[in-house]
């Protein structure tokens, strides 16, 4: 999965862009033991959550605990 933030000069409520690759995908999802679908709605919860400026590498966990959060109520 990969994030782009849009430019900072829009005022919108455009986020960015998320790829996400089909093939990851599914073998992450064969790897979790649950659906491509669950395995891409967490990938987007997670692209998500880095365009709105979290960053796991130096949150010290903040972004994971949201994430685990947004899980839980939406999937």
Do not use: W
Request: charged letters at 30%.
């Amino acid at each position: 999965m990969l994030s782009f933030p849009a430019e900072d000069d829009f005022e919108t409520d455009y986020l960015g862009d998320i790829l996400i690759s089909s093939d990851t995908a599914a073998r992450q999802a064969e790897e979790s033991g649950h659906s491509l679908e669950r395995e891409v709605s967490e990938l987007v919860i997670h692209g998500v959550l880095h365009l709105c400026g979290y960053d796991h590498e130096t949150d010290q966990g903040q972004m994971n605990r949201l994430e685990l959060k947004l899980r839980r109520k939406l999937l």
